[in-house]
């Protein structure tokens, strides 16, 4: 049986493309690119010099602003805690986000509280959205630090980047985002959106798990960050450690995809999302769609089933890869924080599926997945009724 894949948010598949850019290093183009005295290490140096180019050009940024890491999360805690001083030893000692952040952010500010510091979280509104006043009227005259995401991973929602970016440049505070699932989905620009820290993971736009990049401003101002790590100096030093070179050639090869197809495939994703919603919407009613309806991801689709158990829709599902939620709480028999934070009420949010189209998504996944989803409610709804009349 096909299991037509709609979990995109989770992770994607490497692209076709992306896996041809990587093929050259780990076969003949093997070297060490810290190694500076032969063609192997040479080659692996230009490839990751090249990689940095296409990741800058995607953020508007500067090839030196690029800092390549494992992933979103070590590029979250590198931004965040190499930001701050072991314990507070001045006035700026607050870091401001919000209560949707992933876990990423979430979890290291904590730690940051546990070491004396002061969090400020920011509730959303009922799309998921963290306004630009309500930043500005967090930020005293400790604050720091400002980490708001791009864009939600269970939801779909959008942050409104620039107006933030511009609240925090009046005030004079930095600002760091976790961009791990706006990158290459939408527009995204450092200078514009007034951006001082930006965090991104290859796995989510079809470049390989374990490659990521961290932003770090380099003037006006510039950001000055404290390793997490010691080792041989590598990316100045803010991460080292051997360099992934066919994970960058990759992630580079990623970025200028996306960035060369973005204003197609957003377009294109946004009328297969909309297909789905149609397509279930129109033949069930007792649905709840979470999230902003127009700044939000174009492949991303949260709906929550009224009069269903959410566990058992996803069972009654084999043929689809979708999910509950965040990959990282999947397992969790607890409603949704994300969809608690929006005021979705326990017994929808435990009855929640995450649809995510992607790049190689079509017209008839989308169709045969809303004919399996309707059929599910359906079926699962008639079973409720039948237990409820029977008692």
């Keep these: 049986m096909k299991c037509i894949y709609l979990d995109y948010n989770a992770t994607t598949p490497v692209d076709p493309r992306v896996l041809e850019a990587m093929l050259p290093y780990l076969r003949d183009r093997f070297g060490n690119a810290s190694s500076k005295t032969h063609p192997y290490g040479w080659a692996a140096a230009e490839a990751v010099e090249a990689a940095r180019e296409q990741v800058a050009s995607i953020l508007g940024a500067s090839p030196r602003e690029v800092v390549f890491t494992s992933g979103a999360t070590e590029a979250n805690n590198i931004a965040i805690l190499g930001l701050f001083p072991p314990a507070p030893a001045g006035p700026k000692r607050q870091v401001i986000t919000q209560a949707t952040e992933h876990h990423a952010v979430l979890d290291t500010v904590q730690e940051l509280e546990r070491r004396g510091f002061e969090v400020a979280v920011l509730r959303p509104d009922a799309y998921g959205r963290v306004s630009a006043e309500q930043v500005r009227e967090a930020i005293t005259d ?14 779909g929602t959008v942050s409104p980047l620039a107006e933030i970016g511009a609240a925090c440049k009046r005030a004079g505070v930095l600002f760091h985002t976790d961009a791990a699932q ?127 158990d959410g566990a058992a829709l996803l069972v009654s599902l084999p043929e689809l890869a979708v999910s509950s939620g965040s990959a990282c709480t999947t397992g969790s028999a607890e409603p949704s924080y994300v969809l608690k934070a929006i005021g979705v009420p326990d017994r929808l949010a435990l009855a929640t599926v995450r649809f995510g189209v992607g790049r190689f998504t079509s017209e008839e996944d989308a169709d045969t997945a809303a004919d399996r989803v309707v059929a599910a409610v359906a079926r699962l709804r008639a079973q409720m009724a039948s237990v409820a009349g029977g008692t």
């Excluded at 400790?142 to 939801?155: D, F, K």
């Excluded at 909309?274 to 709840?288: N, T, Y």
């Design 182 to 308: 706006a990158v290459g989905k939408v527009p995204i620009d450092v200078e514009r959106m007034g951006i001082d820290l930006l965090s991104l993971s290859g796995h989510k736009f079809y470049a390989p798990k374990g490659v990521g990049a961290l932003y770090v401003r380099s003037r006006e101002p510039r950001v000055k960050l404290s390793s997490l790590q010691h080792g041989g100096g590598q990316e100045k030093g803010i991460r080292p450690g051997t360099l992934n070179v066919p994970g960058i050639a990759g992630i580079g090869e990623a970025c200028r995809l996306a960035r060369a197809e973005l204003p197609i495939e957003a377009p294109r994703l946004r009328a297969l999302r909309d297909r789905l919603h149609a397509a279930i919407v129109s033949r069930l009613d007792g649905i709840r769609r979470n999230g902003h309806p127009e700044e939000s991801l174009p492949g991303t689709l949260n709906l929550s089933f009224e009069g269903v």
């Design 142 to 155: 400790r604050t720091l630090l400002v980490s708001i995401m791009a864009a939600q991973n269970e939801i």
